[in-house]
């Protein structure tokens, strides 16, 4: 029986960390992995930070749990027929609803020879200090990612103090105290610790009430080499209904590309042998394109 876990979560929350682990540790167990993923823009960015040695498909440029949703049990369908492998994780989008991403999972071409055994959610820590001043279809979002949840990963523990992460605890176990959750910093979670669900069916699954209507990307390739301190300089100065931009990109300072991932105020660059073109994906809830756009031109003149 092929195995299945989703993997939810808001923009930036580090489930590609988490997914990371665990292939890993499905691996180490001999087990035979297979990856979906889901990028809202039209180019991905997190699968080339996945095990090159298992294979991965993708869904880009949409949402799986709206206008893609079916694509996902094709993928599902297509990858046991050709790999059968032993599990498949999901990563969902950012602005995914894992219900409906579950409502996909559990259609009748698919029952004979898959179950799903969780749906993890992945939280930024830090987000729960300021998830109040969201837009109420972003708090909104958010909830409906958590509340079906089986287990929750409280993530980057390591980027807040003590006590806003005791505040974070208080504020998850308040709103979803049947849920189980780990701490973590990245990401590292065992599949044996998952609380595994038990669905006989896909009734009354779907979510009539999807939250990401307002919320796009701008894709922007670059053809210069940026100055790292202004590109700095750059992300502090986004409007603060941006929550995300991931890429890669060449600086001056750095004889190789780097990638690129930011979210909640926090930024890591990280240096790649990949020979990428450059380009950055920026991603936020009524996003003004055109200014956008502008921003970075400024930058390039500069």
């Known amino acids: 029986m092929m195995e299945i876990v ?9 489930k590609t960390t988490v997914l990371n682990h665990l292939i890993a540790e499905a691996k180490n167990n001999r087990k035979t992995v297979a ?3 889901n990028e809202f823009g039209e180019k991905s960015v997190d699968t080339f930070l996945i095990d090159k040695n298992i294979t991965v498909n993708e869904i880009l440029n949409g949402c799986i749990c709206c206008q893609m949703k079916s694509n996902v049990t094709k993928q599902l369908h297509d990858l046991y027929i050709e790999h059968q492998p032993d599990v498949i994780f999901i990563e969902c989008s950012g602005i995914a609803h894992p219900i ?3 409502d996909a999972c559990l259609t009748p071409i698919l029952a004979p020879f ?11 820590a830090n987000l729960y200090q300021n998830i109040n001043k969201l837009p109420i279809d972003i708090q909104n979002l958010i909830n409906s990612q958590i509340k079906h949840c089986s287990d929750i990963v409280i993530n980057k523990v390591d980027l807040i103090s003590s006590e806003l992460l005791l ?4 504020y998850f176990e308040n709103n979803y105290p049947e849920i189980n959750y780990f701490i973590t910093i990245h990401g590292d979670v065992s599949i044996d610790n998952l609380k595994h669900i038990k669905i006989n069916s896909s009734n009354n699954l779907k979510n009539n ?27 502090k100065h986004l409007p603060s209904n941006i929550y995300r931009v991931k890429g890669f990109l060449h600086f001056k ?5 780097c990638i690129i991932q930011y979210s909640n105020n ?7 042998p990949l020979n990428m073109e450059q380009y950055l994906v920026i991603i936020g809830h009524n996003i003004n394109h055109k200014n956008i756009i502008s921003s970075i031109n400024n930058c390039k003149m500069n």
Request: charged fraction near 20%; glycine fraction near 6%.
């Open 114 to 124: 898959s179950k799903v055994v969780s749906i993890l959610g992945v939280l930024d």
């Open 6 to 14: 989703i993997i939810s979560g808001f923009l930036g929350s580090g």
């Open 266 to 272: 926090h930024l890591d660059i990280e240096t790649t």
């Open 100 to 102: 409906e991403v579950l």
């Open 35 to 37: 990856v979906i993923m």
């Open 167 to 170: 505040k974070s605890i208080n």
């Open 209 to 235: 009430d999807i939250h990401h209507e307002n919320i796009s990307h701008v894709l922007y390739k670059c053809d210069f080499s940026w100055d790292k301190d202004l590109f700095i300089t750059w992300l």
């Open 253 to 257: 300072e750095y004889t190789k590309n």
